[in-house]
């Protein structure tokens, strides 16, 4: 399972951030029945899950970033997004793209977000 995050860089507090997870070899009914994970690590802290969409429709959120960022996913395109609105200097971290298939973890590469206050 390849995993290409992107769309990380550096915003000012209060800005905004799309992130996308493109899974182009996946094919598309595998796509279809995937969970989908953002991770995200800051400096010194461990690897906290931000959100996740799950084929059925359920989607969970991290009680920080609640109300702030939107997961989502286009099936067509075999990518997830997760758009990052109001953004605080403590998102600032590597945020990261997850599944899980068959027990084992499959990680992108991450994608650094930066967020100045």
């Known amino acids: 399972v390849q995993l290409q995050a992107s769309g990380g860089g550096l915003v000012q507090a209060g800005g905004s951030l799309r992130l996308s997870c493109k899974s182009p070899?996946?094919?598309?009914?595998?796509?279809?029945?995937?969970?989908f994970d953002w991770y995200r690590q800051a400096p010194g802290s461990q690897r906290d899950m931000v959100a996740s969409?799950?084929?059925?429709?359920?989607?969970y959120y991290g009680d920080s970033v609640k109300g702030r960022f939107t997961i989502s996913r286009d099936n067509s395109k075999k990518t997830v997004y997760l758009q990052m609105n109001s953004l605080k200097s403590d998102d600032t971290a590597v945020y990261y793209c997850?599944?899980?298939?068959?027990?084992?973890?499959?990680w992108g590469e991450g994608t650094l977000v930066t967020v100045s206050s």
């Open positions: 070899r996946m094919i598309l009914s595998t796509f279809w029945a995937t969970a």
């Open positions: 997850h599944v899980r298939q068959s027990g084992i973890d499959y």
């Open positions: 969409t799950s084929p059925d429709g359920t989607i």
